[in-house]
């Protein structure tokens, strides 16, 4: 991505990239970090980066997690009305009111709030700061039975 000068919306779609993120998740992944679609990777900060990063780690586990693609944080969406994204298929902001914006990046619509997301790189000293905040995980004890060393102490399977 540093060496890019592809733009950071081309290279979240990029599955040599950024393996995971497809259209819906491109767009509210850089909504959420405040940087603009069509920012040449390349002209990314390092802080820049991590912020896309961790909104696509934590994006991509809440939807595995709960079967749908739900971008809002439980917070902004009793905020907002209950919405679900902020803007994929929106044609204003939830959080500043501001126009979204449509167009293509390779033949998929890419969105973007004037607003909130400037076209122009920005002084982001701050950008791990609106990272989400994610508590280390508890290790659950495996159910499952360690594999015998020596394949031939398996025992067969009745058949049926």
């Known amino acids: 991505v540093k060496a890019s000068k592809k733009s950071i919306g081309a290279l979240i779609m990029d ?4 393996c995971g993120p497809g259209n819906i998740y491109r767009a509210e992944i850089l909504f959420k970090a405040k940087i603009h679609p069509d920012r040449p990777g390349k002209e990314l900060s390092r802080a820049e980066f991590d912020l896309i990063w961790s909104h696509t780690v934590a994006l991509l586990k809440r939807g595995f997690e709960c079967g749908s693609i739900i971008t809002v944080d439980a917070a902004d969406a009793k905020k907002y009305g ?4 902020y803007v994929y298929n929106k044609s204003t902001c939830p959080a500043c009111g501001g ?3 449509q167009w293509e990046i390779q033949a998929r619509t890419a969105y973007a709030c004037q607003t909130c997301q400037p076209r122009g790189a920005t002084d982001d000293d701050d950008a791990l700061e609106r990272a989400p905040k994610t508590p280390p995980k508890k290790k659950k004890p495996s159910k499952k039975r360690p594999a015998p060393a020596d394949p031939s102490q398996k025992k067969p399977s009745k058949k049926r």
Request: aromatic share 10%.
């Open 15 to 18: 599955q040599s990239a950024f």
């Open 82 to 85: 209950g919405i679900r994204r």
């Open 99 to 101: 126009r979204v914006v």
